[in-house]
């Protein structure tokens, strides 16, 4: 089993690469953003209620992601391993992750964050709401608001891995190849 947290802020790069990484490790791509998504298409009673927050780019309860994420690893028992995308996005929600791979004999192997200036956040973020209709990417301030989140809240789980030594930063700069180089090095390294 390989798991890997990919982490860094909003617009970091994260799904990009975690579909590059799915098809070279084949591994199961978990992304909480992505499932929310899908709820709100669906208009489900947890979509509706989640559309509210994610709109305002603020954090949906830890309590209904860990569901998520605890609903998608019963679901995928047979995959040979997990991308998290997105999740974990709090320490509570980091050490709910560790409780849940750890009653089913798993641990996460590698923590990956994706370093990338924030200039270039808001450029990519501006970018992606031209092309896909993201609500949450059409907004400037719901952009600068995700990424004021992720500083005040989020960043600060990457010390939760840091403790347990299976952090590794990825400069997060330049073309997609290159830094899909360079996380595939961090996990030839760890491997
Ligand atoms: P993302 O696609 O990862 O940028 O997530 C989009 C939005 O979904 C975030 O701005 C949050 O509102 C919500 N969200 C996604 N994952 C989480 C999480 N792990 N914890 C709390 N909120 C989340």
């Known amino acids: 089993m390989l ?58 309860p830890d309590e209904m992601v860990i569901g998520l994420i605890s609903r998608e690893l019963d679901e995928h028992k047979d995959a040979k391993g997990f991308i998290f995308d997105g999740f974990p996005r709090t320490t509570i929600q980091a050490q709910e992750l560790d409780k849940m791979l750890t009653s089913k004999g798993l641990c996460i192997n590698l923590m990956m964050v994706l370093e990338v200036e924030h200039n270039e956040l808001i450029k990519r973020l501006m970018n992606r709401g031209l092309q896909s209709n993201r609500a949450d990417d059409q907004d400037v301030s719901v952009i600068e608001n995700r990424i004021k989140v992720y500083d005040e809240y989020t960043k600060v789980v990457a010390d939760y891995y840091k403790a347990q030594n299976k952090y590794v930063a990825i400069h997060g700069m330049g073309s997609i190849d290159e830094i899909f180089e360079r996380l595939c090095q961090a996990i030839k390294e760890y491997q």
Do not use: C, M, W
């Open 3 to 60: 798991n890997i947290v990919l982490f860094g802020p909003p617009g970091a790069g994260k799904g990009t690469q975690s579909e590059k990484l799915i098809v070279k490790y084949k591994l199961k791509h978990l992304s909480t953003g992505d499932i929310l998504r899908a709820a709100i298409k669906n208009q489900t009673p947890l979509g509706l209620e989640a559309k509210k927050i994610i709109d305002k780019g603020e954090l949906v």
